[in-house]
């Protein structure tokens, strides 16, 4: 499906008789990939085909403004702690960030108070961050302007946002949210509930992590009353001056067609579900659940994100992560310690979690 924001590029493109302007192939990469005009508008101050999409972004993404990000979730971060602190300012900050966070710390000047999570003894994966430790140094240092924390994890470990973004609200602070890892959250109500409906401030999500969308996509939300400086002039500091048309354009068609793929979408999240139970009562690994980190501070866990253990096979991580490439040709996106991590999408099949299934069936079967 074709997003308004493609077809207005392409009836564009299709009406120039004479290029004479940038990019250097005039069209013959893609009559996508053109320059700002009166026509097509401009990113740096969202309008034409630009607004359009961004609104259509905040719908979807329930947010009074949405922003396109062309440089990835990264630039969301930076922009983020770019609008709302100053240099000296006092930051609580998850500990199990993304690094762009403590580098936008030290280029800004921000004094990060880091705050830890709990490690489930048997998992061994990070829980989620406790609402009363963000009261405890609420209590200890009256200077802190807010707290960034990460929800969820690339373990698909959900925090529980709205016991934090109320403790915070309530002391007059804001809560800024890395969603990265959770942009599918906003497409089915099987999946945990979203940064923005329990009341982040703002929250940046990574379009080509989790959604039919290429690298280096990514969305900035803001809610309504959110306590920031003009986060578009902060963008406009941070962000490409020569944003590119095609991956705007591949983003919007593939969030455009998330309607149409609801159904598959529903039956995949339900196939993870039903993968996670077998694998758990049929064979020697273990596919971490809800009930195996629960007692960690988790609100809830992304069903669609499979952490594998196959310790009790003798495997760590890289071990699992390796045979499951060597033997069977199945990549996962990555390991830790003691799983691997797979990151299932609406663009996977049910044949694809069959396939990983029998992998794993017949890797716990040899001697």
Same mark, same amino acid.
């Given at each position: 499906m074709q997003s308004n924001f493609t077809k207005q590029i392409l009836e564009f493109s299709a009406a120039v008789r004479g290029n004479f302007f940038m990019p250097g192939h005039k069209g013959k990469i893609s009559p996508l990939d053109v320059t700002e005009f009166p026509e097509t508008g401009d990113l740096t101050n969202s309008s034409g085909v630009f607004a359009e999409a961004e609104q259509e972004l905040a719908r979807i993404f329930r947010s009074e403004r949405s922003h396109i990000l062309v440089n990835g979730a990264t630039i969301g971060n930076f922009v983020m702690l770019m609008s709302t602190c100053k240099r000296g300012d006092k930051l609580i900050v998850d500990k199990l960030c993304h690094h762009s966070i403590p580098n936008a710390c030290t280029l800004f000047g921000i004094e990060p108070i880091y705050i830890e999570r709990t490690i489930h003894p048997i998992s061994a994966i990070h829980g989620g961050i406790d609402p009363l430790d963000i009261q405890k140094i609420l209590k200890k240092n009256k200077k802190v302007k807010g707290a960034i924390i990460t929800s969820p994890t690339y373990h698909g470990i959900c925090s529980d946002l709205r016991a934090i973004a109320d403790i915070l609200h309530s002391a007059g602070k804001f809560l800024l949210v890395d969603e990265a890892h959770g942009a599918h959250f906003y497409f089915s109500e099987k999946l945990p509930l979203t940064a923005m409906e329990q009341g982040a401030d703002m929250c940046v999500v990574s379009a080509h992590k989790t959604l039919p969308a290429p690298g280096q996509t990514a969305i900035l939300n803001v809610r309504s009353g959110a306590p920031h400086k003009n986060v578009k002039d902060c963008i406009n500091i941070l962000q490409t001056s020569s944003p590119s048309f095609i991956l705007i354009s591949q983003m919007m068609d593939g969030i455009s067609q998330m309607p149409e793929l609801s159904e598959h979408f529903e039956r995949l999240i339900t196939a993870c579900e039903d993968f996670a139970?077998?694998? =758990?009562?049929? @064979?020697?690994? @273990?596919?971490? *659940?809800?009930? #195996?980190?629960?007692?960690? #501070?988790?609100?809830?866990?992304?069903? *669609?994100?499979? $952490? $594998?253990?196959?310790?009790?096979?003798?495997? =760590?991580?890289?071990?699992?992560?390796?045979l499951l490439w060597e033997r069977h040709k199945i990549r996962a996106e990555t390991y830790d310690d003691d799983n691997v991590i797979c990151i299932v999408t609406v663009c996977n099949t049910l044949e694809d979690l069959d396939n990983l299934y029998n992998a794993i069936v017949e890797i716990c079967e040899v001697q």
């Open positions: 139970l077998k694998v =758990n009562q049929n @064979t020697r690994a @273990t596919c971490v *659940t809800w009930n #195996h980190v629960n007692k960690c #501070h988790v609100a809830q866990k992304d069903q *669609t994100r499979l $952490i $594998i253990n196959l310790s009790r096979k003798g495997y =760590n991580g890289k071990g699992a992560f390796d």
